[in-house]
């Protein structure tokens, strides 16, 4: 099995050669057109993507907006999107529904640098956490038309506008491949996901980070939140960004309903004292991520 194998999730959504094997999930849903009416119905039945958010649509997949950074700390803007599969083909060569990245912008030179890309086997965000993509060093340019060039118009172009705030849905060209880089031969695969759920042998074991072991932290009386979206899905993205920095402490999705509607926030807790939260929050803001420090509630 080479990379590409590995690789297959991006593959689906932006044109990458790909292969794979299913999960062996029941059936999903999917839209029988494109059409802007059954796709929105279909959006709105199978998703809690809101449809203001989507970015571009293809044969493939649906890519939506989670979250942006401005730029900050000599680091262009930043943009978190997620996608959801659209076709059963799409599902059967990758064995997952939903997946999510973050992208790096660079506005002036038009390019792009893709992050970890993670891969999940059920619609919105759910289930097994599988990382599916190293982050990239090299900046790709998204070609016009397609849904990276999308994903970049979303980090660098405040006139920006997605495909269901125009009056047609227009369908984004597949991105062209990039070269897949060489890997030794994989080994039995490890989840990355904390629960064993079904494995899914399409993922390349050497390309995986495994999570490092939880530290003891003391409960404190401070949080930091990264964000808040209405989308509990986009809420957990935003943690899965921020994870890795956590070192180990409690993250966790709160509600809260503001002008009448609920939003959930996604919180980093675990902090002894302000000084303490400040300084992670601090770190997050010098990697280009928004965040403040509140009492813990």
């Not at 759910?126 to 060039?149: I, K």
Request: include cysteine.
């Amino acid at each position: 099995m080479t990379v590409r194998a590995g690789l297959a999730v991006v593959a689906a959504a932006w044109g990458l050669a790909a292969g794979g094997v299913a999960s062996g999930q029941d059936a999903p849903a999917f839209p029988e057109t494109l059409s802007r009416e059954p796709l929105l119905r279909w959006l709105q039945r199978e998703t809690d993507i809101m449809p203001e958010r989507v970015l571009a649509v293809t044969p493939q997949a649906i890519t939506s907006v989670v979250s942006t950074f401005p730029a900050g700390g000599g680091q262009g803007p930043r943009v978190v999107i997620r996608a959801e599969a659209l076709s059963a083909e799409t599902h059967m060569r990758t064995g997952a529904l939903s997946w999510h990245v973050s992208l790096q912008a660079d506005c002036q030179g038009r390019r792009l640098r893709l992050g970890e890309t993670t891969g999940y086997p059920q619609r919105n965000l759910l289930g097994e956490r599988l990382l599916l993509r190293v982050a990239e060093t090299e900046w790709r340019v998204p070609e016009p038309g397609t849904a990276l060039e999308s994903a970049w118009r979303a980090a660098c172009d405040p006139s920006f506008k997605g495909p269901f705030q125009t009056s047609a849905v227009s369908v984004a060209r597949p991105d062209e491949p990039s070269p897949a880089p060489s890997a030794p031969a994989p080994a039995a695969r490890q989840p990355v996901a904390r629960e064993p759920v079904a494995t899914d042998p399409a993922v390349v074991p050497s390309i995986q980070h495994a999570s490092p072991p939880p530290r003891q932290v003391r409960a404190g009386g401070y949080v930091v939140q990264v964000g808040a979206s209405p989308s509990e899905a986009e809420a957990r993205g935003l943690l899965d960004a921020v994870r890795d920095r956590a070192g180990g402490r409690e993250t966790r999705i709160e509600s809260a309903v503001v002008g009448g509607r609920t939003w959930r926030r996604a919180v980093v807790a675990g902090f002894g004292d302000a000084e303490e939260a400040g300084a992670f929050c601090g770190g997050l803001k010098a990697a280009g991520r928004d965040c403040f420090v509140r009492p813990a509630r």
